[in-house]
């Protein structure tokens, strides 16, 4: 497997394209476009929010009914989340606008949305938008990396990953664009991503690829303990990379597997450190669990610890509250047997050890601390099992953009 | 029942007193001690936190093992939590200086902590705190209310409420104190809570009034999700109503049951209220839900979304968080048949019906947001079941408080 740069257009047949629809942005891009060449087998996993927007809804039944798909269309600014009637004829007339002008068929384009909850999407807009995509279509690295920024909302960067790998012979590539940055706390899958690949696979193993895969990628990541309305993964392999399909959990299979990890780990941190206010990805690994459930519920109750988050904003080894976290996340243990260490570029210190604080510099776990990627680990002392979580600090800037989102 | 003013001292019996021990804060009481003039049947509930702090386990043996208490300690600063056997061998220091100055059995003393988590309580101290409040032990309002100082950590406000009521002619006082306000989502309790009744009463009813109450009460209160290492309320009776002993579930248990719940509620939206960096006391009102448990579930998610919480400190109509919040709960419901309502002293709106927004005014919602008790008012449509929770906003002071808590 090799990291490369790229995102969505990385891999072969897949182009896309971004507009200033001026939807509820007036001074950048907010509509994006991904196009393959031919139809691509599709999975998708979506929020498990009894609350659901309309896109959710309607790529929800694409993915289940339809064999392929061709298209995706993103805007951001509004999420047709609480839209009703009016927003899921929005999710129809979208896909029949592409219809229209890219002559693909309605029931192969998706569609998905970001913002604020419970207003209408302005219809004329979006069309608009559309028809200026199509004619700027790209299989370019300029053109996925601007759509990657096009589908920003309060994310200070744009989030892209990719991989290549060999497959009988076939170079494939995966790549794929997310963003966050808030109501970010992901059950089934993330805010919004997009995967596309060149790969040769069945439906059915690319849907269950996905489905086990985010649960140690995208349901690992916190910004603020908000499942969103719209959370959605969209994975899209076309099989232009020309290998024989893969049909089978084989080899291949486990390759694929293994692309898909690195990338949506990627994708996954960068969405947790560009949270939302956030001036550090905090990151928490937990070792030694005597369960993968229960190393995974440890992991995220230390990353949505609210009073955590507060002490890694200020750079202080606050360790009781690691402690606090871990005791109230469900699972049991012996609070007395555990060992906490804090780690970064910077180097790695023992905190707490036999039930009470080791002796440690404090100067030293403010010096980690004070890196822009911090590391809680925690060995559990019970088994073999282990699981990481990716959060951010909370900040005075987390309140600002939140107290006054819709204005 | 009749509100009155005072706190821990209110009922017949219970003295208080409160010394400037220096045990972190230099300029301020620290510690707090309530003493019942005769042995008291005394109950407790403690946090669920797997960690849990050395006078939680002291209580706890103490509440379960001994047919009375007469004495409660407290300290605010260190909370003698993750100190392994050097933090219980304190709480049976502190239970012995009581011994040693009042002559109170040390088996009938009951001690708490609120503060840092991880460090050791300096014993010295807490002893000369111990010696300079026994003389100063009075029955008066003031005393109870300077306890009710003392325990506080980043409260800004004491916390007290008492009520009196009839039994059996004659007239029977419950009064308490509690305090805040950060690491506050209680599990079986709040915090730190104490509450003090000449009721007489079996040991065996005492204990199952106040954990009937607390799921009502406390447990419906959240400052930050962080369910706390220390959490603690102790009630104790000392029967010096002179009432015939309740031994059974009678009116007159009833009535008992009705104070408890009205001088918990009120401190409980206190605690709310005075929420680490808080500007409003933010409740949720579930009605017509399914079950009892749904409907505590929703409200409580509610006044727990961070999204939300940011939006009432800025005032912001931003239903979208909320029905957001009620749909990642794990209730099942019809979003297009649930309503939404603001409410405040100002007024109340209507915000939303049928699966969207309501056609009302942004200018009048605001108002209604800008008081410091805000409601959200949730009407499931569903069944009769209802539930009340009490949080706060989510403001600039909370992060500015932890983020450097410890210095």
Redesign the interface.
């Given at each position: 497997m090799e990291m490369i740069t790229g995102g969505v257009t990385a891999a072969k047949g897949f182009q896309a394209a971004a507009a200033a629809a001026g939807i509820k942005y007036q001074d950048r891009m907010d509509m994006a476009m991904i196009v393959s060449q031919v139809p691509a087998v599709t999975a998708g996993t979506f929020t498990?929010?009894?609350?659901?927007a309309a896109p959710v809804k309607w790529d929800k039944r694409l993915v289940m009914e339809e064999s392929h798909a061709r298209a995706v269309v993103v805007n951001a600014g509004i999420?047709n989340?609480?839209?009703?009637?009016?927003g899921m004829e929005y999710c129809k007339k979208t896909a029949e606008a592409v219809e229209h002008v890219l002559g693909i068929s309605a029931s192969q384009v998706l569609v998905a949305s970001t913002g604020?909850?419970?207003m209408q999407l302005p219809m004329e807009k979006l069309t608009s938008g559309i028809e200026a995509m199509a004619p700027e279509l790209k299989d370019t690295k300029e053109s996925g990396h601007q759509a990657a920024c096009a589908i920003m909302t309060t994310d200070t960067k744009a989030k892209e990953a990719a991989v290549t790998f060999e497959v009988e012979g076939r170079t494939v590539t995966l790549g794929g664009m997310c963003k966050g940055s808030?109501?970010i706390?992901p059950?089934m899958c993330t805010m919004l991503g997009f995967l596309t690949t060149d790969l040769a696979i069945s439906k059915e193993l690319l849907q269950e690829a996905l489905r086990e895969d985010i649960a140690d990628t995208y349901n690992m990541v916190s910004v603020?303990?908000?499942?969103?309305?719209n959370d959605t993964v969209l994975l899209l392999a076309n099989g232009m990379a020309g290998n024989p399909e893969i049909i089978q959990k084989d080899e291949n299979y486990q390759k694929f597997k293994e692309a898909l990890k690195y990338v949506n780990t990627a994708l996954a941190k960068m969405m947790a450190g560009d949270g939302e206010g956030a001036t550090a990805l905090f990151e928490t690994q937990v070792i030694h669990a005597d369960t993968k459930e229960h190393a995974r519920t440890l992991a995220k109750s230390v990353i949505?610890?609210?009073?955590t988050k507060?002490?890694i904003?200020?750079h202080?080894a606050?360790?009781?509250?690691i402690?606090?976290?871990?005791?109230?996340?469900g699972?049991?243990?012996d609070?007395?047997a555990i060992e906490l260490f804090f780690q970064s570029k910077s180097g790695r210190i023992q905190i707490?050890q036999?039930?009470?604080?080791v002796n440690y510099s404090e100067e030293e776990a403010t010096k980690i601390l004070s890196d822009p990627e911090v590391t809680v680990l925690v060995d559990m002392k019970m088994g073999e099992e282990e699981a990481a979580a990716w959060g951010c600090d909370?900040?005075?800037d987390?309140?600002?953009?939140?107290?006054?989102?819709?204005?």
């Amino acid at each position: 497997m090799e990291m490369i740069t790229g995102g969505v257009t990385a891999a072969k047949g897949f182009q896309a394209a971004a507009a200033a629809a001026g939807i509820k942005y007036q001074d950048r891009m907010d509509m994006a476009m991904i196009v393959s060449q031919v139809p691509a087998v599709t999975a998708g996993t979506f929020t498990t929010n009894v609350v659901q927007a309309a896109p959710v809804k309607w790529d929800k039944r694409l993915v289940m009914e339809e064999s392929h798909a061709r298209a995706v269309v993103v805007n951001a600014g509004i999420a047709n989340a609480c839209t009703g009637a009016e927003g899921m004829e929005y999710c129809k007339k979208t896909a029949e606008a592409v219809e229209h002008v890219l002559g693909i068929s309605a029931s192969q384009v998706l569609v998905a949305s970001t913002g604020v909850i419970g207003m209408q999407l302005p219809m004329e807009k979006l069309t608009s938008g559309i028809e200026a995509m199509a004619p700027e279509l790209k299989d370019t690295k300029e053109s996925g990396h601007q759509a990657a920024c096009a589908i920003m909302t309060t994310d200070t960067k744009a989030k892209e990953a990719a991989v290549t790998f060999e497959v009988e012979g076939r170079t494939v590539t995966l790549g794929g664009m997310c963003k966050g940055s808030g109501m970010i706390h992901p059950n089934m899958c993330t805010m919004l991503g997009f995967l596309t690949t060149d790969l040769a696979i069945s439906k059915e193993l690319l849907q269950e690829a996905l489905r086990e895969d985010i649960a140690d990628t995208y349901n690992m990541v916190s910004v603020d303990g908000d499942t969103s309305t719209n959370d959605t993964v969209l994975l899209l392999a076309n099989g232009m990379a020309g290998n024989p399909e893969i049909i089978q959990k084989d080899e291949n299979y486990q390759k694929f597997k293994e692309a898909l990890k690195y990338v949506n780990t990627a994708l996954a941190k960068m969405m947790a450190g560009d949270g939302e206010g956030a001036t550090a990805l905090f990151e928490t690994q937990v070792i030694h669990a005597d369960t993968k459930e229960h190393a995974r519920t440890l992991a995220k109750s230390v990353i949505c610890s609210s009073l955590t988050k507060a002490a890694i904003y200020g750079h202080d080894a606050n360790w009781g509250r690691i402690l606090c976290a871990l005791g109230y996340s469900g699972v049991t243990f012996d609070p007395e047997a555990i060992e906490l260490f804090f780690q970064s570029k910077s180097g790695r210190i023992q905190i707490y050890q036999n039930g009470t604080a080791v002796n440690y510099s404090e100067e030293e776990a403010t010096k980690i601390l004070s890196d822009p990627e911090v590391t809680v680990l925690v060995d559990m002392k019970m088994g073999e099992e282990e699981a990481a979580a990716w959060g951010c600090d909370l900040t005075y800037d987390y309140v600002k953009i939140n107290a006054d989102y819709r204005s």
